[in-house]
């Protein structure tokens, strides 16, 4: 059964660092296909994508307000995908979700339909 868990929210400062950790059961990092996304929704908007990687290829994708300050890899070993947040900013602050779905990180991969699991999510707030 396709699962993943969220980790490594907290509170930083603007301008500060955070990682965070989605971790997967269910796949099969080394011939499975399959995108896994972080989208993130913060208070009164709508949940928004934030950034995906693709298995087994590796391909990456970036929405515009995270381009240059964000980053996403994995470690096959661990079943576990990690987005690096960098110059964190306020308007960054919301609820961090992975979801994991059987497409590509090619076009526009922030459907909410293409993923059929999802985290709890992990709160991220950025106040000084």
């Known amino acids: 059964q396709l699962q993943v868990v969220e980790s490594g929210g907290g509170l930083v400062q603007p301008g500060g660092s955070l990682t965070l950790s989605c971790t997967t059961s269910?796949?099969?990092?080394?011939?499975?296909?399959?995108?896994i996304t972080w989208f993130r929704q913060a208070p009164g908007k709508e949940r928004e994508g934030v950034s995906c990687?693709?298995?087994?290829?590796?391909?990456?994708d970036f929405a515009d307000p995270v381009k240059v300050r964000f980053a996403i890899s994995r470690d096959n070993a661990k079943n576990t995908v990690y987005l690096q947040m960098n110059n964190l900013k306020p308007w960054d602050t919301g609820v961090y979700y992975c979801a994991a779905g059987r497409t590509w990180c090619t076009g526009n991969p922030y459907y909410e339909d293409l993923y059929s699991a999802w985290g709890q999510g992990t709160q991220v707030t950025v106040s000084s």
């Open positions: 269910g796949i099969t990092w080394d011939w499975d296909y399959y995108a």
């Open positions: 990687i693709s298995v087994p290829s590796g391909n990456t």
